[in-house]
C-alpha cells in the first residue's frame, strides 16, 4: 500500500457512506429505519426520506389526514420534505470520497486530496440535511404531541448524525492523509 495515511479517512468515508445509504431507506422502503414514528388509533406511521408507512416512495410528500393539521401540511413543510433528497445525495458524495481514497491509499497523492475535497462538500451537505431534518420531524413532533399523539424521535435522525461525525472525522483524517509519505525510503530492502 503506497499511502497507508489516507486509510484512516477513506475508514471514515465508507462508514459514512453506509449509514447515509442506511438513513436513504428509511420508511416506507425499510420500516425499521424511520425518522418520526408516530402511533394513533393503534397503528404506527414510519416516516422517512421518501414518504411514510403505506405511502408509495417519492421525493417530497405531504404528512397524512389523521397525524398532519394545516401548520404543518402547508407548502413550507411539503417543500422541506423535498430537501430531505440531500440524505441520499451526501451518499452518493461519500461513495465518490471512498473511491478517491481508494485511488489515493493505493496509488497517489491526488485521490488523497480530492477525497478530502469530497468528505468537506458531503459533510456540508449532511449537516444541511441533518439540521433541516431535526427542524422539520421536530415540529412534526411537538405539533402531533399537542393533539395527543403519541410521536418519537426515530432511529435514522441518529444515524445521520452519526455519518455527519464520521464525516468530519473523514475529512480532517484525509486533510492529514493528503501530507502523509507517498514514496519509498532511498535504499528500503524489500
Known sequence: MAAGAATPGLFF???AMVLLIFASVSAP???RI???????AGATTHFGVFGYTGSKTHVGWFFPGALGDSRINDNLFHNLTYVLILIP???GLSG???????????YHR?????MTLLAALAFLVTLVAWVIEMVLFGIARHHMRDRAIDATWGNANWIVLG??????LGFFASLCGSFGR???RRGAAY
Do not use: P
Not at 424511520?34 to 394513533?40: H, R, V, Y
Open 13 to 15: 468515508a465508507f462508514a
Open 29 to 31: 422502503t425499510w420500516e
Open 34 to 40: 424511520s425518522f418520526l414514528d408516530a402511533t394513533t
Open 89 to 91: 445525495i451526501g451518499a
Open 96 to 106: 465518490l470520497a471512498v473511491l478517491f481514497g481508494l485511488c489515493g491509499a493505493a
Open 110 to 114: 491526488a485521490g488523497t486530496v480530492f
Open 163 to 168: 455519518a455527519l461525525v464520521s464525516l468530519f
Open 182 to 184: 507517498y514514496s519509498r
